[in-house]
């Protein structure tokens, strides 16, 4: 059983956080029937795609909530940030200025190579929402880390440019994965004990699509301070070595600190599996699609090719390989991302295919 105790000191804490309301919350948690029923494992879904003010949510909102309580605070007005053409981070990023009448400046890579003269699903919404767009191609040589790497130094140097003081502007990393943002995710593990709490669960393992990491941070930052016992998956979406556990783990422990608490993360709190990144990110996999058909088919919900879609094909693996205990209670936390349905047929892949 988990400490309330420590629940508690985390709650308090977080709510004494600034923070601004960008959406709907708690998310709904419920029971995937039919799923559960196949896999013999009683399989919960947490509906972060539901969440946010706009028709398109995502978990970028809890992250966001807690840096435009920064940005509001701060009086910043232009709002920097950066990500894939299709981020989701970025679009959620522009609708959050949107509603805090704010100015949104996207620097967007272009990891595709499709430019962007017929926008498709989120790089369309950026531009309806009259978001100032910056797209950033690869150099020779240069790979998608390099080419952020250059967007964040030719970003500075504009905000330096367009703004009077330091104050007027803030640069949120990719995917807000900063220790304030990573306190969305130690907000929203609380959120989901107490969804638990009501409804006589007991959660075993979490399954979730990471990215930059943030999410995972959150999550397993509340978790092994509360010592709960319950496994957070992070099943990898794009490449990476080593060294992200300890980033992750990193972020994890500076996140707590925010909050006062001294409590140190290792790499080994981290849990992270790299089997179903695929080709990469962005690129579709034949197990990705199948799990976003076989969530549609079962459910009727709707998953994404990028995220998503490559996270469902971690936790199916593990379930088909039966490495779940039979009966046992699971969470699949559906981070958004279901806009990418709608994008690039590069992203998409072949999802109609047998
Ligand atoms: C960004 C994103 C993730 C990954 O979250 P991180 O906190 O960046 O690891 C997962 N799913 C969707 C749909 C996302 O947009």
Not at 16 to 36: C, H, M, T, V, W
Not at 160 to 187: C, H, K, M
Not at 192 to 221: C, P, R, S, W, Y
Not at 240 to 265: G, Q
Request: one cysteine or more; a negative charge.
């Amino acid at each position: 059983m988990y400490n309330l105790k420590k629940l508690q000191i985390l709650k308090r804490k977080i709510s004494n956080q600034k923070r601004a309301e960008l959406g709907f919350f708690p998310s709904p948690i419920y029971k995937l029937d039919n799923l559960s029923a196949k896999y013999d494992v009683n399989i919960y879904l947490k509906r972060d795609d539901l969440s946010g003010f706009s028709t398109f949510g995502g978990n970028k909102i809890r992250k966001l909530e807690f840096l435009f309580g920064e940005i509001l605070e701060q009086g910043a007005k232009n709002i920097f940030t950066y990500g894939a053409t299709q981020s989701n981070h970025a679009l959620q990023t522009a609708i959050a200025c949107r509603r805090y009448n704010l100015n949104p400046i996207l620097y967007l890579v272009d990891v595709i190579g499709e430019g962007i003269s017929d926008p498709k699903a989120n790089i369309l919404l950026d531009q309806i929402l009259g978001a100032e767009i910056e797209i950033i191609d690869f150099k020779e040589d240069e790979d998608e880390f390099a080419a952020m790497y250059r967007a964040k130094e030719e970003s500075k140097k504009y905000a330096q440019e367009i703004s009077e003081t330091e104050a007027d502007y803030y640069l949120i990393p990719p995917g807000g994965a900063s220790p304030r943002g990573t306190l969305g995710f130690v907000n929203a593990y609380l959120e989901m004990k107490v969804q638990e709490f009501e409804n006589d669960l007991n959660f075993k393992n979490i399954f979730h699509a990471t990215g930059t990491g943030g999410t995972l941070a959150g999550l397993t930052a509340a978790n092994r301070f509360m010592n709960d016992g319950l496994k957070v998956h992070g099943i990898n979406v794009s490449h990476k070595d080593d060294s992200y556990l300890e980033e992750v783990a990193e972020l994890s422990t500076a996140a707590l600190k925010l909050l006062n608490i001294e409590f140190e993360l290792t790499s080994s709190d981290v849990i992270i599996d790299n089997n179903f990144v695929g080709e990469g990110y962005e690129i579709p996999s034949a197990e990705a699609n199948r799990a976003v058909k076989i969530f549609a088919e079962n459910e009727g919900i709707f998953l994404d090719p990028v995220y998503t879609g490559k996270a469902a094909a971690g936790m199916i693996n593990y379930l088909e390989q039966e490495k779940l205990e039979k009966g046992s209670d699971l969470l699949f936390w559906h981070t958004g991302g279901t806009n990418a349905l709608f994008a690039e047929k590069t992203i998409l892949g072949d999802l109609l295919k047998r």
